[in-house]
C-alpha cells in the first residue's frame, strides 16, 4: 500500500464519521478522499462544491452614531410617563397554584 493509498484511506474514514457513519456511502467517501489527496500533493485547495450563500445586506436607517432602538428610548424618555402610557403598563404575574396532596401522604 502507497502512502497515498493510506492518506486516501485515512480522508476517507474521516469524512465518514463526519458525516455520522451512513451506510452505503463508501464509494461517494473515497471520490472525495482522492480528490483531497491528490490536492495536498499538488499544494492546491479546494472549494467547496456546495452552493455559494449570497451576501445580502439590510437596509437600515441608522446613524452611526445612535440607533433607532436608542432614538425611540430617548425619545419616550423626553416625552414622560403621561404620554407614553407607561404608568399604566404593570407586569402581572399569574399566581402559583398549590400542589395536590395525594391521600397517601396525610
Excluded: F
Excluded at 5 to 25: F, K, N, V
Amino acid at each position: 500500500m502507497t502512502a497515498t493509498e493510506q492518506r486516501i484511506r485515512e480522508l476517507a474514514y474521516q469524512i465518514w464519521q463526519s458525516e455520522g457513519c451512513p451506510h452505503g456511502e463508501e464509494g461517494r467517501h473515497w471520490e472525495m478522499a482522492c480528490k483531497l489527496a491528490h490536492a495536498e500533493e499538488n499544494g492546491a485547495s479546494i472549494k467547496p462544491t456546495g452552493r455559494t450563500r449570497k451576501t445580502t445586506t439590510k437596509p437600515t436607517d441608522a446613524t452611526p452614531s445612535e440607533s433607532k432602538a436608542t432614538r425611540t428610548r430617548s425619545a419616550a424618555a423626553k416625552a414622560g410617563p403621561s404620554e407614553t402610557g407607561s404608568e399604566t403598563v404593570q407586569t402581572i404575574r399569574k399566581p402559583r397554584t398549590p400542589r395536590t396532596v395525594r391521600k397517601e401522604d396525610k
